[in-house]
């Protein structure tokens, strides 16, 4: 019989079985599952005192062994974990504890490390924490006295994260009802369902329902879900009867359990009319329109051309711009770069369970970083009213833009009250690569003059930007990724030209930066060709051209014709560049041996505004709890961008409490009125200020209260930690004054920008193509940095991907339309090989709109990174690469 | 992942029961070895496995002629062979360079099979490299309870694809003395510092000047180059090349373009070359 951390298994497992699911089946949740496969390490265990990966393990072989989780661990290396914050999201870091356990002698040697830990993916921290943690550092803590902003206070859940004990969508108690959903996807890139014959599939054993376009709403709408719906364009049913890439939902088999659903799935018969792909951006606006069928009311720009959207406008004139600094005696340069198709690769996969409670109302658990917005959708997909739909979320394992879709909440729902038993789907890792969507593919051309002082004389873009097969969140990535970018520059002739198209691809959607990334690695290219061109430094050609407090932030449109609520809140871009332009010549590591390596430096900078554009709201309550403790509600999701943290600091602070007093609970539709989501960097400004109103109002609350029985004046009252205290220090304690109550909100404007410069030297060996960071080195305006630790963790986890974008991830497509990179051995995410130590810098300002100070910095990070490190390729070899991302093949042909 | 389609999972313990249940082996009823490849993708087409680990076959067999590693041999245990032990064979540290070069981590160490990785014939699996290197010999099983030898280097014909008939089962891994005799040297190319190989490349130098380059990775299939003394770096770069035309053609996968793979394994064999020089 099995045991698992000293309990005996009871029922024997199935043949097929791996020994995760046969864990996980028992209530052994500590056990994730990330990719399934053996690339992530999320499902690590001990069998017998040995690591193994348990989605690949036959859980027959485990018949007589001693299989121990994170759960069943000593405490030591997972309290390591907690005190450096050696997490982010926490998915990954149960199977990571474990495998530090069972290599503990290996782990001491950081030589050993990279190969070590090889099998254990994470995808928030950019491993820099996990070093921390296997060496014992401890870089968390609150001081005993003092306010809680500011110090590095470990994220709340800490405890239970490294045991695997933290709650995720799937974790905890599972209905004994519960059925399962499996899609049926298309096997072409374009084609129109003929015919779709369910019998068979409805006739095997176990399947309760098979949904398909024929029995689901046809209601348009966009998986991408933003505060305004209008902002996404109507253009995708939950089932279609036309399929637009190679992947689509076809159909949804729902059965008692995977396998008979499984097997339902395998027996839906689905013929196909197909049609010519679409797989070109760059002819897609004189291709067959992918969306003809659709009208006014999806808010197309131009269907027949498959133009998703268009952004055509200026100031000044180019022409004269690029004229001027000829005459001058200055410089142009021009240049097209392409950024590559990337994954957000969560490690946790889209997953959502939905059922109809006792009193009708539909209820959907699901990975999310927008219930709220899920639940107005779902209610309008549905035709049901706001209020019967429930919508929450446990700890999120990481999103990255991923989850500010409604991807699997709809088929839940829809197959819940098909059978009125609760229904789970989970994604596979290779539904999730190559059906999920992914960054826009980009085509950026550039066209910047410059004085031979480096002031900007003219700067003009073009950009193509991939949709692919459906419009979602391309007109919000083209219109923000052409304007922080642009807005960063002072030049007196500007021009945006750039359209959005469909192509018959896997759609395109919020992904980290959300467009600024592949606009700026264009830009800041650009930039540093004409530094190279002018003789000057890139650092001082930023310093010469970016945009100063007092001047207007113009992109492209004329500020006086669109006014915006964009704001200098601080200005810590000249401190950023000093601090990366110091760092980045010190220390790092020794150039290769061999005759073949160059060596070379590199430089790019980011602006980002700290909220999103056109509204963003969020409400938030705290209460005195009987106990006299503190809750905080609010709508945002805790994914690992630490707002659970963040939150709980801001509070206490306010209400002069100890952080251990104050408990938060977040992203639960029943829990406030209103949230927009943790999306665009906004948890901390955004959530964060609502958090701050409402122990403000709180603690005016609690001071009139306990000023009435002090017989004090509110004013002269201060908060405590065991109470309100009067001027003659007598006290009203808090348990006195349970049920006391304040709420705040904020709106999302006005908006303040916040500054990230990356750094990097780097030595490409010409015979290979390799290249090796030898120094990275990254500094960022965050305004007052709440939590350092966690902070640096966020820029970190940013540059961790920034350097997978750059050098490592594409998805890959074949002639057909079919993803290639379907597995995570194929699609490289960042290991601990791969990331090479990056020293942060914090600028010190203070933000005049944030909470207490602080911006947004959980995007911005990864922004400058690419182009830093395409920059510093180009200073070594002397030749520029123009594609994402810089794979060692693709460098090697730069120079042959 | 589980395999929700598999009903039966058949643990033979000796050889006797090995070989009964071979003839009923076919597409829908597959060999397992460790399971780190087939429990990794789906395999709808499978209802019955057999697997093979409880057969406790003997993991390495050290003899006067050699080497012999059971098909259920892991790579941990290929691994642990100290080569201090066995200072007469150069060439052993080649087994643990070779698991080195497997994407897998060590967890799959724990449980991936020598065997395993041959017959899943791969082009980066760097047990094909190992054996193709060192000689090796495949011992394969027929349902018919006959054994025939083939080399691995022949065994594998493409990339998925090898000479194993249906019910054929590969027991073991001769690797002959006078291979594990030489000196040897492995490289690899790959898209990232611990990746799947796009190419790579085991050498070996014997005690009479001969001169054995394994490529493998870089083709669709291993290729064996022998010669009796060390070549000169253009006449290697020249049977390289050629290899293009006897093999199908420089590899193309996600794990870098053909043209890559041609320079790599022209570059790296020079570095063999001169290493073993």
């Known amino acids: ?896 | 992942m589980d395999q929700l389609t598999v009903e039966t999972l058949d643990r033979p313990a000796g050889d006797d029961e090995v070989r009964a249940l071979l003839p009923g082996l076919g597409p829908d009823r597959v060999l397992l070895g460790g399971g780190t490849f087939l429990f990794s993708v789906p395999q709808p087409h499978v209802r019955g496995m057999v697997d093979l680990t409880a057969t406790r076959w003997p993991p390495l067999t050290v003899a006067d002629d050699g080497l012999t590693v059971a098909a259920t041999a892991t790579l941990a245990e290929l691994a642990d062979l100290d080569p201090a032990a066995h200072p007469h064979w150069p060439a052993l540290p080649l087994l643990a360079a070779c698991c080195e070069a497997l994407v897998g981590s060590r967890k799959i160490w724990h449980v991936a099979t020598v065997g395993g990785n041959i017959c899943l014939a791969l082009p980066a699996g760097p047990m094909i490299a190992l054996a193709a290197a060192l000689d090796g010999v495949a011992v394969i099983w027929d349902p018919a309870g006959r054994e025939r030898r083939e080399p691995v280097a022949d065994l594998v014909v493409g990339a998925q694809r090898t000479t194993l008939a249906p019910g054929e089962l590969l027991r073991s891994v001769h690797l002959p003395a006078a291979a594990l005799r030489g000196r040897t040297a492995l490289r690899k190319a790959s898209l990232s510092p611990l990746g799947r190989s796009a190419v790579l490349l085991a050498g070996r130098r014997d005690d009479d000047g001969g001169f054995t380059l394994a490529v493998t990775a870089a083709l669709p299939r291993p290729a064996v180059l022998r010669r009796p003394g060390l070549p000169d770096a253009d006449g290697l770069a020249a049977d390289l090349d050629a290899l293009a035309h006897t093999h199908g053609g420089w590899f193309d996968d996600p794990h870098g373009t053909p043209e890559w793979r041609h320079a790599m394994t022209r570059h790296l064999a020079e570095e063999i070359r001169t290493e073993l020089r």
């Open chain 1, 1 to 896: 019989m099995t045991r698992v951390d000293g309990t005996p298994l009871p029922d024997a497992p199935r043949p097929g079985q791996c020994l995760r699911t046969y864990l996980r089946d028992h209530g052994h949740h500590a056990v994730k599952k990330g990719c399934d496969a053996g690339d992530c390490g999320a499902c690590t265990v001990l069998v017998d005192g040995v690591p193994v990966h348990s989605c690949l393990y036959p859980a027959v072989r485990a018949a007589d062994a001693e299989v121990t989780t994170a759960a069943g661990l000593p405490d030591d290396v997972g309290r390591r974990f907690a005190d450096a914050a050696g997490f982010q999201c926490g998915f990954c870091t149960p199977g990571m504890v474990t495998t530090a356990s069972a290599f503990a002698d290996r782990l001491a040697d950081p030589a050993a490390r990279p190969r070590t830990l090889q099998g254990n993916l994470c995808r928030c921290t950019g491993y820099r924490a996990v070093a921390d943690a296997l060496d014992g550092r401890v870089t968390t803590g609150v001081p005993g006295s003092g306010p809680a902003l500011g110090t590095p206070a470990a994220a709340p859940a800490s405890a239970r994260i490294v045991r695997g004990a933290e709650p995720y969508t799937l974790d905890g108690p599972v209905p004994d009802d519960l059925a399962h959903l499996v899609v049926v996807r298309s096997p072409h890139a374009h084609a129109r369902i003929v015919r779709i014959d369910t019998a068979a599939a409805s006739a095997v054993p176990g399947v309760l329902a098979v949904l398909t376009h024929e029995n689901t709403p046809a209601t348009l709408f966009s998986t991408a879900r933003h505060e305004n719906r209008l902002d996404d364009p109507d253009d995708t049913r939950v089932l279609d009867d036309v399929v637009r890439f190679h992947g689509q939902r076809v159909a949804a088999v729902v059965g008692i359990d995977l396998a008979a659903a499984e097997a339902g799935a395998r027996a839906v018969v689905v013929e196909y009319a197909p049609r010519d792909p679409v797989l070109d951006p760059e002819t897609a606006r004189e291709a067959p329109a992918i969306h003809g069928d659709k009208g006014p009311e999806s808010r197309i720009l131009d269907p027949a051309r498959n133009v998703v959207a268009a952004l055509h406008d200026g100031v000044g004139d180019v022409a004269a711009g690029v004229a001027a600094a000829r005459a001058a005696g200055g410089a142009v340069v021009t240049g097209t770069w392409h950024t590559g198709r990337v994954a957000p690769t969560s490690l946790e996969t889209h997953a959502s369970r939905a059922w109809v409670d006792g009193a009708g109302r539909l209820v959907v658990r699901t990975s999310t970083q927008v219930p709220f917005l899920v639940r107005d959708e779902l209610a309008r997909l549905l035709d049901r009213p706001r209020d019967s739909v429930r919508v929450f979320s446990a700890r999120v394992g990481g999103g990255f833009g991923s989850k500010q879709e409604l991807l699997t909440e709809d088929l839940t729902a829809l197959a819940a009250l098909a059978t009125g038993r609760p229904v789970q789907w989970e994604l596979t890792r290779t539904e999730s690569l190559t059906a999920t969507p992914t960054r826009h593919p980009m085509r950026v051309s550039v066209t910047a003059a410059a004085g031979p002082d480096g002031a900007l004389t003219a700067l003009a873009i073009d950009v193509l930007s991939d949709a692919g097969a459906y419009g979602n969140h391309s007109p919000g990535v083209m219109f923000h990724g052409c304007h922080e970018s642009m807005a960063l520059y002072r030049c007196p002739n500007k021009r945006v030209d750039a359209e959005a198209v469909y192509t018959t691809t896997p759609p395109s959607g919020a992904f980290r930066g959300y467009g600024l990334g592949q606009v700026q690695f264009a830009i800041e290219s650009a930039l540093d060709d004409l530094a190279r061109e002018l003789g000057i430094d890139p650092f001082d050609l930023r310093r010469q051209t970016v945009v100063r407090p007092g001047e207007e932030f113009v992109a492209s449109h004329d500020p006086t014709e669109h006014p915006d609520d964009l704001r200098f809140g601080s200005d810590g871009l000249p401190q950023c560049l000093d601090l990366a332009q110091a760092a980045v010549t010190r220390d790092g590591d020794p150039v290769p041996d061999g005759p073949s390596w160059r060596v070379g430096q590199g430089m790019a900078v980011a602006m980002i505004a700290t909220i999103p554009p056109r509204g963003h709201r969020s409400r938030a309550s705290v209460t005195v709890e009987p106990d006299g403790s503190f809750r905080v509600r609010v709508g945002t999701a805790e994914f690992g961008n630490g707002t659970a943290t963040v939150h709980a600091q801001i509070a206490a602070t306010t209400l002069a409490a100890p952080l251990d007093r104050v408990a938060v609970t977040g992203a639960d539709t029943d829990a406030v009125a209103l949230d927009t989501g943790a999306f665009g960097s906004t948890g901390t400004v955004v959530a964060g200020t609502a958090v701050a109103r409402a122990a403000e109002a709180l603690a005016r609350e609690l001071r009139e209260k306990a000023a009435a029985r002090l017989g004090a004046a509110p004013e002269e009252c201060r908060l405590g930690p065991s109470g309100v205290v009067a001027p003659d220090g007598s006290t009203v304690g808090l348990v006195e004054l349970a049920g006391a109550r304040g709420e705040g909100s904020h709106d999302g404007s006005p908006r303040s920008v916040a500054f990230n410069v990356h750094a990097v030297r780097v030595a490409v060996d010409t015979a290979t193509g390799e290249v090796r960071i030898l120094r990275s080195v990254h500094a960022a305006d965050a305004g007052v940095v709440v939590n350092p630790q966690q902070c640096r963790g966020q820029v970190e986890g940013g540059v961790a991907q920034g350097i997978g974008t750059a050098l490592y991830e594409e998805v890959r497509l074949d002639s057909s339309g079919r993803v290639t990179t379907r597995v995570l051995r194929d699609y490289h995410l960042p290991q601990y090989a791969d990331v090479p130590r990056t020293e942060v810098f914090f600028a010190d300002t203070v933000d005049a709109l944030g909470p207490y100070g602080a911006k947004s910095m959980s995007e911005s990070p990864y922004n400058p990174v690419a182009p830093a490190l395409a920059n510093a390729i180009r200073d070594a070899v002397g030749v520029r690469p123009y594609r994402l991302p810089m794979t060692r093949d693709r460098v090697w042909a730069l120079l042959h």
